[in-house]
């Protein structure tokens, strides 16, 4: 796979989806449905998962496993392995908050390879991959550099409120929550938080924004240490089976210390 044609492509491919998930978001009766989840789901949702679904298979190799859509028969034998999230934070877009995203992000073997998050409200496309780097708008960005022994008043960290609900936390900084999983995962990423904490998700919400992580310096593991890695069950849609830090690697074990699951 080229890597020129598949960053040219696929910023071509987000931005356009951008443009219909614009649409649908400036017609103020637009609406949603929930899913038997209790999750939300719009017909921008839909349209877009098809769109992006057909543009990537136009252009490239591999599978394309995609929230909205049937993942069922899927080879995951498949040396490239799509997940696409079209709106990721559907619920601030029904409500007109600003808090969503749209998510592209690639496998290679099993591996997070490549990853682009669009935000169209701010215009902001972050993109990138370990043999790529991490970019924002086409400038480069690095996650920030961590060297101290504790955390403080001014550490601030991205969490979604269904995880600030079922767990305890102990941390002495700022908690924000803007309603999207990979937009969290990227302002780590671009230093804008120290931090993002992200409960049991599924691939689609992540694979892209730790591409992305794992370009500018984060590291992305399981809040007991465990690597992250997609099995069997999670490219299958199934949630991960613990939560997730993505946060500079000197900084990992304290924080880890902040989140306990409530008994």
Not at 39 to 46: E, L, W
């Amino acid at each position: 796979m080229e890597n020129e044609k598949l960053i040219t492509k696929t910023v071509e491919i987000i931005k356009q989806a951008g443009e219909i998930a614009l649409r649908y978001y400036k017609n103020p009766f637009t609406g949603y449905d929930l899913k038997p989840d209790g999750s939300h789901v719009t017909i921008a949702d839909k349209e877009i998962e098809i769109f992006i679904k057909s543009k990537l298979e136009e252009e490239f190799e591999g599978i394309v496993i995609g929230e909205e859509g049937n993942n069922n028969n899927l080879n995951l034998e498949s040396e490239f392995i799509w997940a696409v999230d079209p709106i990721d934070g559907t619920h601030s877009y029904a409500m007109k908050l600003p808090g969503w995203c749209i998510s592209i992000g690639l496998l290679k073997d099993k591996k997070p390879y490549f990853g682009l998050i669009y935000s169209p409200i701010f215009d902001e496309l972050y993109y990138g991959g370990p043999d790529f780097g991490a970019f924002l708008n086409y400038s480069e960005i690095n996650s920030c550099v961590f060297n101290r022994e504790d955390l403080c008043k001014t550490d601030s960290i991205c969490i979604d409120s269904k995880s600030m609900r079922n767990i305890s936390i102990k941390f002495p900084g700022k908690l924000r929550s803007f309603g999207s999983t990979a937009l969290h995962l990227v302002f780590a990423a671009k230093s804008s938080v120290l931090a993002a904490h992200c409960g049991k998700v599924k691939i689609w919400d992540i694979l892209g924004a730790v591409s992305i992580c794992y370009a500018s310096g984060l590291c992305v593991k399981y809040i007991d240490g465990e690597d992250l890695f997609f099995d069997y069950d999670i490219l299958n849609g199934k949630p991960l089976k613990k939560d997730i830090i993505a946060c500079p690697s000197k900084a990992f074990k304290i924080l880890s210390q902040c989140f306990k699951e409530k008994k």
